[in-house]
């Protein structure tokens, strides 16, 4: 099975490529450009790499949010444009479950929480003790301490992801040593964790026009538009 993965849903820009069934190729991009000026030219480097083309592809896998709101929209529709272009199917990979990949056969639970910014976090949890993410609690958009207050006390929680940096010491100082604070090499998101959900999941494949960005709470001009005009009509 062939599938090219890409992420922009957060600081760093994956892809990733599974060729015939194995990881082949993986590029994770923190270098100060926006996504739409790297993801691109990472994508050619993983085809030219591999010796693939978007033809020989099975499916093309995009992790559809939660995240930034501009990044999770090129990543996107780059995946609908290249499914579109060679008729092939497109898979949906949730960021949170992606992320929960980097700490697979944990013996607790796994809290990947992305920094949504406004005092809030993107977060779920999830057990990968069997080897792969089972949820335990839905996504949500939250501050920390609600979060926290959700996770259950008798388990140790490893957290995982871009909001790690901004919340790593309330974290700690809430939860002590039950907090397991992961290192850099395995906070950010995989794109080939999002190859292999993708490959896992073929009942989850969609035709290229249904693949759509996943967000947790409206976009923040159209939080801005309503707010402005709840004050217009109450004035």
């Keep these: 099975m062939n599938i090219l993965a890409v992420d922009t849903s957060g600081p760093v820009a994956g892809c990733a490529v599974m060729r015939e069934g194995a990881i082949a190729y993986t590029a994770a991009l923190r270098v100060g450009l926006t996504h739409s000026q790297t993801i691109l030219p990472a994508v050619d480097a993983a085809l030219r790499a591999t010796g693939l083309r978007c033809e020989d592809m099975d499916a093309f896998a995009a992790v ?7 990044g999770v929209r090129i ?93 790593g010491a309330a974290i700690r100082a809430a ?20 190859c292999v959900l993708a490959a896992e999941r073929r009942d989850a494949w969609i035709e290229p026009a249904r693949l759509e960005p996943y967000y947790l709470r409206a976009p923040q001009a159209e939080r801005e538009r309503a707010a402005r005009l709840k004050r217009e009509a109450g004035a």
């Design 64 to 70: 559809t949010g939660p995240g930034s709101f501009t």
């Design 75 to 167: 990543g996107v529709c780059m995946v609908k444009g290249f499914a579109h272009a060679v008729n092939k199917p497109c898979c949906a990979v949730n960021a949170l479950e992606a992320l929960a990949m980097n700490v697979v056969g944990f013996a607790g639970l796994v809290c990947p929480i992305l920094d949504a910014r406004r005092s809030q976090v993107y977060c779920a949890a999830f057990d990968t003790s069997s080897g792969r993410p089972v949820r335990m609690l839905e996504d949500a958009a939250l501050p920390l301490e609600a979060f926290l207050r959700a996770l259950p006390t008798d388990k140790r929680l490893a957290f995982v992801g871009d909001g790690v940096p901004v919340h």
């Design 175 to 194: 939860l002590g040593e039950r907090a397991v604070i992961l290192p850099p090499n395995l906070s950010d998101l995989r794109a080939d964790a999002a």
